[in-house]
């Protein structure tokens, strides 16, 4: 099983060779490049933030631990499928998802609501 630092180094490494190759999917296309993610009771792609979206970047796993650890979200895994992040959030609620748009380019993230972590 992994440890949440293992997760996080593993997705980081991911993260790295897709910037670096450039490929995978228009982050703004909402499309998913391969099956469905494995565990989410409702998923949820957070609206657009409207003008604060020059500010905002694209999702990638470590932004998004930070952004947890931050706010003491409590969440179980977080993965990537193409180029969308995937996160598994205990308790997904509209004001956790509005403060996900207000830091992360709509599209390039998923929120799933889960039961536990």
Sequence with gaps: MWNKAGVAKYC???????????????PGNGKLTSGAS???AVASNAPDAGSGAAAQSAAVPEDIMTFL???????GDIY????TVHVNIVG?????ERSFADRFAAGSYVLHDVNFT
Excluded: H, K, M, Q
């Excluded at 650890?69 to 969440?75: F, L, M």
């Excluded at 990537?80 to 180029?83: H, I, N």
């Design 92 to 96: 997904l609620n509209a004001e956790i």
């Design 80 to 83: 990537l499928d193409g180029s």
């Design 38 to 40: 494995p565990a989410p």
């Design 69 to 75: 650890s931050e706010g003491n979200i409590p969440n």
């Design 12 to 26: 980081g490494f991911i993260a790295l060779i897709l910037l670096i190759s450039g490929c995978g999917n228009d």
